[in-house]
């Protein structure tokens, strides 16, 4: 059964009633649909139930019951994290019936274009730097999806005139069959998130279903220094506009130009460059001149630039945003400075790549608090950079042992492994306690997880807040 071109009348399920759950119902009861949604949560659990039912949109909380999910249901909208085991999804699948995730609903319902970013890390960042280059080149700008606003809730918003700039997981993406954005951004591909796709053949077409229904009119902006995003390369439509740190691209794209200038430490000053179709060459800022710190997030800033400037803007209206963007919160985000010891809240950082790609932005010795939700990762790839940045690892969750091994592996002396003691927040304090005694004037306290914080904490962002309060206390 197909996606119905329009939702009057038409029977629907939305699973799950997180925020995107509770938007993607109420747009489609204003679309017309017969909407029932369920969770699995008790109903003292769902405080948002009360508002959907007085809209007149069916609420059933406790479970999946049997008859949820029967031939007359047209179309199911689940929440991303579901599995596609789950009992009412493997039902609807079985039937027939569609099932999408709140991101194919908000393109089908769309009235502007939209700008879709994804990747394994650097996804927030780029998202909001976009926003604030479009902002910059006079654009009209609607940031959501992943980062927090949900698309459905923009895609209502916008009009003709708007860009709609939106934030996508490879959860969100693997549930969509029509989304067609005009801007497509790969920013880049790590292993993660394989106890939810299972293989990395999974997670990475999940994420190439950016592309997978850009036409010859769309752009594709990709990581040319990714080798999983170059292997996309032949099966993309869209007219390519790559951006790479370490070649200077000869077709159109984004790139970092090195120029000899006199005085400078290495003789070199490296410049952010666009270049269009006929060849033309726009210098945009210094790489030094970025606002935020790190190798990454100057690949970020490259793919932010080749997207903006794919949605219109004119690449001298850029330099601005590019110098004075000073990240978003849980993104090695500066914290304070305690006893001379600065820390930084890198809550984000729920693999190992961003974990590597975060030391790899520090200059000064490092005492790294990490650990987590144990995903089954051995985070060996932790080690080299562990051996040449870190002085002290305290770690703490379900992986404590595991990262410890790697820094046993690193040569570290100065190890410590937190039980968890009264609460998941008493347990961050006692390991930032640990962490600062171990902190000297001039070291780095870091809070880069290399994992999910589903074993302690609700979300990143309750670990990052929790880290940051603490350290204010210190």
């Excluded at 940045?389 to 492994?417: N, P």
């Excluded at 809070?447 to 309750?462: G, I, K, N, V």
Aim: with cysteine.
């Amino acid at each position: 059964m197909k996606h119905p071109d329009e939702y009057r009348g038409r029977q629907t399920v939305v699973l799950g009633l997180a925020k995107s759950g509770v938007q993607v119902a109420k747009t489609l009861h204003r679309s017309g649909a017969v909407v029932t949604v369920n969770d699995r949560k008790t109903r003292e659990e769902c405080p948002e139930a009360s508002e959907l039912e007085a809209l007149g949109i069916s609420v059933v909380c406790g479970g999946h019951p049997e008859g949820l999910i029967h031939p007359g249901v047209e179309l199911v909208v689940k929440n991303p994290g579901i599995p596609y085991s789950a009992p009412p999804v493997a039902k609807a699948l079985e039937l027939g019936i569609d099932v999408v995730t709140e991101v194919e609903v908000a393109y089908r319902i769309a009235k502007a274009p939209i700008i879709g970013i994804t990747g394994s890390n650097g996804k927030t960042t780029t998202t909001t730097w976009i926003g604030k280059m479009l902002e910059a080149a006079g654009l009209a700008p609607i940031v959501a999806g992943n980062i927090g606003t949900p698309l459905c809730a923009a895609a209502e918003e916008a009009e003709q005139g708007n860009v709609l700039v939106a934030e996508l997981s490879s959860f969100q993406l693997k549930g969509t069959e029509a989304f067609r954005p005009s801007v497509a951004v790969l920013l880049n591909v790590a292993e993660t998130h394989l106890d939810y796709h299972g293989t990395m053949e999974d997670y990475v077409s999940s994420k190439a279903k950016l592309f997978a229904n850009q036409t010859e009119g769309d752009t594709a902006v990709i990581n040319w220094d990714d080798p999983v995003c170059r292997e996309l390369v032949p099966y993309i439509k869209a007219r390519l506009l790559p951006f790479s740190m370490t070649e200077e691209l000869r077709t159109a794209g984004v790139y970092v130009q090195p120029a000899y200038v006199p005085n400078v430490q290495d003789g070199l000053e490296r410049y952010v460059v666009y270049r269009n179709e006929a060849g033309a060459e726009h210098r945009i800022v210094k790489t030094s001149e970025i606002g935020l710190p790190g190798r990454f997030n100057v690949e970020n800033a490259l793919a932010a630039v080749a997207a903006s400037v794919a949605a219109g803007a004119a690449p001298e209206s850029l330099a601005g945003p590019l110098r004075s963007f000073r990240g978003v919160e849980h993104r090695l985000e500066f914290v304070a400075v305690k006893r001379g010891v600065a820390y930084y809240n890198n809550s984000k950082a729920t693999n190992s790549k961003a974990t590597v790609m975060a030391l790899g932005a520090l200059d000064k010795p490092v005492v790294l608090l990490a650990g987590g939700l144990d995903r089954g990762s051995d985070y060996m790839e932790l080690l080299p950079v562990i051996k040449e940045k870190v002085k002290a690892v305290v770690a703490i969750g379900q992986t404590k042992e595991k990262i410890g091994r790697v820094a046993e592996l690193a040569g570290l002396s100065d190890i410590v492994l937190v039980d968890t003691v009264d609460s998941a927040a008493e347990t961050l304090r006692t390991a930032i306690s640990q962490a600062a005694s171990l902190a000297e004037d001039g070291d780095i306290v870091l809070l880069s997880p290399a994992c999910a914080s589903w074993d302690m904490f609700s979300s990143y962002e309750e670990r990052g807040r929790i880290f940051k309060e603490a350290v204010h206390t210190l």
